[in-house]
């Protein structure tokens, strides 16, 4: 069981970046997704989840600018990653846990699957 991001990378503040969060070896359609972040010298936070039914969270610092999706068809989730700032800047990981409530999502809860991390750095 696999989950492997992709799409981080160096923007200027203002930018956008899409990152994407593949699962191998299990179906998404199962589970809730989380993404998360950690900067240098900071504790991990969450940024976003989404439920298997599409229900959505967003953490109040990346509302308005991140949004999460999921294409199942695809065992992907994305975050878009629009008006990028300079404290966005952290490694994101995507995490996934399963439910057998549909509309259960969190960023404060326990994941049991966790990527490895890709960087996203917003600079000039």
């Known amino acids: 069981l696999q989950l492997v991001e992709s799409g981080g990378g160096l923007v200027q503040p203002g930018g956008s970046l899409r990152l994407s969060c593949e699962a191998s070896?299990?179906?998404?359609?199962?589970?809730?997704i989380g993404w998360f972040r950690q900067a240098p010298g900071k504790e991990r936070e969450g940024v976003s989840c989404?439920?298997?039914?599409?229900?959505?969270n967003y953490a109040d610092s990346v509302k308005g600018r991140f949004t999460i999706s999921r294409d199942n068809a695809k065992n992907t989730v994305y975050l878009q990653m629009n008006s990028l700032k300079s404290e966005d800047t952290a490694v994101y990981y995507c995490?996934?846990?399963?439910?057998?409530?549909?509309?259960?999502?969190?960023?404060?809860?326990?994941?049991?699957?966790w990527g490895q991390g890709t960087q996203v750095t917003v600079s000039s």
């Open positions: 070896g299990f179906t998404l359609d199962y589970y809730y």
């Open positions: 995490a996934a846990s399963r439910s057998i409530i549909p509309d259960f999502c969190g960023i404060e809860v326990t994941y049991l699957y």
């Open positions: 989404i439920s298997r039914s599409g229900v959505t």
